[in-house]
């Protein structure tokens, strides 16, 4: 069974960074597009960034392009989040996400089957 488990949330001030880590396991395929997604108090969940195979396939929310850059280490079936120049707006439970079909398609569709269970971000002015 996948699991994914996020870590590395936690309260900075504004400007700040932050580096979250999904580690996947459950014999998840290499191939899984894998992604982060947030949502903050009162709003629904927002796509953030996704990841192909390869760390050069990426595709980021518009508001967070220029300082947010996700990878990913196959070897370890872990993807990161590195957040700079955080802001307040950013303040979120960030979600990892999986799914087995490929980059090109749930780039276009934003459709995850797998979910780990959340990690705070909170971003003081």
């Known amino acids: 069974q996948v699991r994914l488990v996020e870590s590395g949330g936690g309260l900075v001030q504004a400007g700040g960074s932050l580096r979250l880590s999904c580690a996947a396991s459950g014999g998840i395929p290499s191939t899984t597009t894998m992604g982060w997604f947030r949502q903050a108090p009162g709003k629904e969940r927002e796509f953030v960034a996704d990841v192909g195979i390869s760390s050069l396939n990426a595709d980021y929310l518009d508001s967070v392009k220029g300082r947010f850059t996700i990878s990913r280490d196959n070897d370890e079936n872990t993807i990161y989040l590195q957040m700079n120049n955080l802001k307040p707006e950013d303040t979120a439970v960030y979600y990892c996400?999986?799914?087995?079909?490929?980059?090109?398609?749930?780039?276009?569709?934003?459709?995850?089957?797998?979910w780990g269970q959340g990690t705070q971000v909170s971003v003081s002015s």
């Open positions: 996400a999986a799914d087995p079909a490929p980059f090109m398609v749930v780039m276009d569709t934003r459709k995850f089957r797998y």
